[in-house]
């Protein structure tokens, strides 16, 4: 069977962007260097070898302002048959379902229907991670991913899916939407002298789509970024320098006087409240629905806890949605009610919450910043036309309507405000705090049935490494591309001290080095440990996101102007290897004494 393979790209700032807004409040790209996204570029090159080893045909898609041809002109040079671009100043602002929507109408234009749609798992200036579901949504098409593998077989697609702590065999009917995670395979990167002429690049704009004027661009998106908010500086960086034995007697000394190795201090940067959470009262009109999934206990406590602070603020109650294998107890974390789902396929389980929901109207419908949910919700945004807040580190009400900030460009944070209804989110549960436990007590449990997925088939699911050990740790060390993986062992006598877990930047996960699950960042994880040690890593602000909340950073590098020293409480200017000796016969010192 030839492929007809259509690979979704975007045009991405080159390194980090300022992440200000312009006059007409649309983020401030003029003046970066941008670049391929490093997913599309992953989408690229299977689009290209799919369609070459089915003798198939490749089409390389991106929407975006006049300068984001370059991303389509290296495709081309890369070997994919054709390029389109849908370029138009109406689509300026747009959100993440009405991106959707023009991508959607740009791939029913095409001469031949596609089999397959690659898109990228995620994007370094956003993480919605949101667009692929919702395309497939759109088109009516099952979704999966992010792949590690991907090959055609007996007119289905096999494929290996990955997860934080493991991989899935995964079958899928074509046609279909897959989102291609960035280990899958080598990026397509052609050099710029072997790229085409613009001309090369087939050119649209929305008087060539079919949908209604007027219906793109920021007027149309039911999510919108209200303003960006500096990122507070919380740090005050005191930097050692010297023979390594002495800046670790220093560094031991300021972390002591700071509290850091007692088992209750310093707080992360955000704290944990021990505030119980009171039960709604009965038959409250206001409902927070809060999809449970196969998340960590710690990820569904926090889940809930945020649900019914919202709950509590507007006067409503939690309706838990919960999967036959997600957690139970769920009263006693923020549920005045539970709906059990009978199946967990997100397809069907989107359209199940579709029908169900249309007689409640929920106020707000909240999720994990997990694959399962992010799918189940994206399609639940498309079909309610509500739109989607992705990976909100923290939610509140403003003028009675939903808003949540989310790390953006530059060491800043984006302010999101929801004008759909339902107000859908997806929230990085592990930089929530933790609400005290209020009074267990039996639940209401309704079942809602959720149809089969016949285009999916699962076979088997292969566990590694738990990243979920993550999200509540209270030490963790965090590695970069200057720890070489054989050196990982070195650092073992320090993380068995400090009862640490062991973390990293998106490019050793790329690497391989660590299991994604294992990757802290915009494009990963998030965490609030009482100390983030991280050895050997730039400072990268995408990847100090994720980290953002811990209670004291220390920094180990032997470069004195990284980026990481501006952004820690404790550094050392050495190398992490000469440093780690000292630093274990101090550790013992701390800890035990």
């Known amino acids: 069977m030839s492929l007809v393979v259509v690979a979704l790209v975007k045009q991405v700032p080159k390194g980090d962007h300022s992440g200000r807004l312009d006059a007409d409040g649309r983020l401030e790209r003029d003046g970066a260097v941008a670049e391929m996204n490093p997913w599309c570029r992953r989408a690229v090159a299977q689009a290209v070898r799919l369609a070459g080893v089915t003798g198939g045909r490749s089409t390389a898609i991106t929407m975006g302002p006049p300068a984001a041809v370059d991303v389509l002109r290296e495709a081309l040079a890369w070997g994919v048959d054709d390029a389109v671009q849908l370029s138009d100043p109406a689509l300026a602002g747009s959100d993440c379902l009405v991106t959707a929507r023009a991508l959607a109408a740009t791939v029913r234009l095409l001469d031949d229907p596609p089999d397959l749609i690659l898109v990228g798992n995620s994007s370094v200036d956003g993480s919605t991670g949101a667009v692929g579901a919702m395309l497939a949504e759109l088109l009516g098409l099952p979704f999966t991913g992010p792949v590690l593998a991907v090959d055609p077989v007996d007119g289905r697609l096999r494929t290996t899916v990955q997860h934080d702590a493991g991989t899935e065999s995964v079958t899928i009917d074509l046609p279909a939407v897959v989102a291609v995670a960035e280990r899958s395979c080598d990026p397509a990167k052609a050099p710029v002298d072997t790229w085409p002429a613009p001309e090369a690049v087939r050119r649209l704009s929305t008087t060539d789509l079919s949908e209604a004027e007027g219906s793109w661009g920021m007027a149309a998106s039911p999510t919108k970024v209200a303003q960006v908010h500096p990122a507070p500086l919380t740090r005050n960086p005191v930097i050692f320098r010297g023979h390594p034995e002495s800046q670790v007697t220093r560094a031991l000394a300021e972390l002591t006087t700071r509290g850091c190795f007692n088992p209750h201090g310093p707080p992360s940067a955000a704290p944990h409240p021990n505030a119980v959470v009171t039960p709604a009262s009965p038959r409250a009109e206001v409902q927070v629905v809060a999809l449970v999934g196969g998340g960590s206990v710690e990820g569904t406590r926090a889940l809930l806890g945020a649900a019914a ?254 980026e990481i020293f501006a952004h820690c409480d404790v550094g050392l200017v050495a190398d992490w290897q000469e440093v780690m000796p000292y630093l274990v016969d101090g550790l013992r010192s701390c800890v035990n004494g």
């Open 309 to 562: 602070a919202l709950a509590a603020e507007a006067g409503g109650e939690v309706v838990a949605v919960r999967t036959a294998a997600a957690a139970d107890d769920l009263a006693q974390w923020g549920a005045d009610s539970v709906v059990v789902l009978d199946g967990d396929e997100p397809r069907s389980v989107a359209r199940a919450l579709a029908g169900w929901m249309g007689e409640r109207r929920p106020w707000a419908v909240l999720g994990a910043a997990l694959p399962w949910d992010r799918e189940v919700l994206a399609r639940l945004a498309v079909s309610s036309g509500a739109g989607l807040m992705s990976d909100l580190v923290s939610l509140s009400t403003k003028d009675g309507r939903l808003s949540g900030l989310k790390p953006s460009g530059g060491g800043t944070l984006a302010e999101i405000v929801s004008h759909g209804t339902p107000q859908i989110a997806t929230l990085r549960t592990g930089l929530l705090p933790l609400s005290a436990p209020r009074a267990d007590r039996p639940l209401e449990e309704r079942v809602l049935h959720v149809e089969p997925d016949p285009a999916i088939t699962r076979t088997q699911r292969r566990t590694g490494n738990d990243g979920d050990a993550l999200d509540r740790a209270e030490v963790v060390i965090g590695v970069g591309r200057g720890v070489s993986p054989e050196k990982y062992d070195e650092l073992e006598p320090v993380r068995a001290l400090l009862n640490a877990e062991l973390a990293a930047t998106r490019k050793v996960t790329d690497q391989g080095w660590l299991p994604h699950g294992r990757q802290i960042g915009i494009t990963g994880r998030s965490v609030a440990p009482r100390i983030y040690l991280a050895v050997g890593l730039s400072g990268n602000l995408n990847h100090l996101a994720g980290a953002s909340r811990a209670g004291t950073v220390v920094a180990i590098n032997t470069d004195p102007a990284a």
